[in-house]
């Protein structure tokens, strides 16, 4: 958020930005053999929000942005996401109603440059058929140009020409986590569902990367669901969470909320259950 700035403006701002219900996780259990990953949880996602999930190790987060968005199909319950009922979602008709995502663990080619792996990111958005696009002519030339100008912006963006060029395996960890934004957002998304964007940065990094979230979601008006550990980050960049530990929906709330939520101070401090 820009310095000097009124913080009731800002929250006013926010206020605008957020509409209705984007999905809605409905009744979600996830088993893996005897292993319930998530048991009966429910919450939603609004507009325009930043939405953070959070949890000690193995809560099953990561678990549950793989259920939104096709990954994993749960056992039980369903996703509503604008307007229709997923029971379950499936990878292609995430991919196709504008879900995006980003990996705990880095999944890039590391032998493309920064600028090839950002184009993979357009396939969905390709409409020449392959002979087009192969000889490149007719439709597959201008949407070739169509693509790169877009892919252009969005390096431009998230400030990353001095390595347009780089195969992004010789690039620092800090600037695989941003090419790997770049891709996602090359999807255009309508939600962009985040894996842990912040894991393993320094300071500095995570600094750049909180920024460019905030500028996704307010520039683009991207809906963002986030995981991250880091609970400085968490509290600054969310306008509600949710907590979930062993699986089970804790809490769920603005960060002032959950903050003082005794069940979670519990989970986080570690205090055995019954
Ligand atoms: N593919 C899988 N096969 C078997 N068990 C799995 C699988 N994926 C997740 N699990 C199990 O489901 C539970 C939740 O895991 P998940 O990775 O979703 O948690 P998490 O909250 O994202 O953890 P972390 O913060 O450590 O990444 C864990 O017990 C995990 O071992």
Redesign the pocket.
């Given at each position: 958020m820009a310095s000097g700035q009124d913080p009731t403006t800002g929250a006013q701002e926010r206020k605008d930005r957020i509409g209705d219900v984007l999905l809605r996780v409905e009744n979600i259990t996830l088993r893996?053999?005897g292993?319930k990953?998530?048991n009966g949880v429910s919450f939603d996602i609004r507009k325009g929000e930043v939405r953070s999930i959070i949890?000690?190790?193995?809560?099953?987060?990561?678990?549950?942005l793989?259920c939104i968005n096709g990954f994993?199909q749960p056992q039980e319950g369903s996703i509503w996401y604008n307007g229709k009922t997923y029971s379950p979602m499936r990878p292609h008709d995430a991919a196709t109603n504008g879900i995006a995502r980003t990996f705990?663990n880095i999944a890039l080619f590391k032998g493309m440059s920064t600028l090839d792996n950002i184009m993979t990111g357009r396939i969905l958005k390709q409409k020449a058929s392959l002979i087009e696009q192969a000889f490149y002519f007719g439709r597959g030339k201008s949407e070739e140009i169509e693509h790169r100008e877009f892919v252009e912006d969005i390096i431009d963006f998230l400030e990353i020409q001095a390595i347009r060029k780089t195969p992004v395996g010789r690039l620092p960890y800090g600037l695989q986590k941003r090419v790997e934004l770049g891709r996602a957002l090359a999807a255009e998304p309508t939600l962009l569902l985040l894996d842990?964007p912040m894991a393993g940065m320094n300071l500095e990094e995570k600094e750049d990367m909180s920024r460019f979230i905030i500028d996704v979601n307010e520039h683009f008006g991207t809906t963002i669901a986030l995981?991250e550990?880091d609970m400085g980050v968490v509290m600054d960049l969310s306008d509600r969470l949710v907590v979930?530990d062993y699986?089970s929906l804790l809490a769920d709330g603005t960060p002032e909320e959950v903050r003082g939520n005794q069940a979670v101070i519990d989970a986080y401090l570690g205090v055995a259950h019954d």
């Open positions: 893996f053999g292993v990953a998530i949890g000690p190790n193995g809560a099953g987060k990561s678990s549950m793989n994993y705990q842990e995981i550990h979930l699986g």
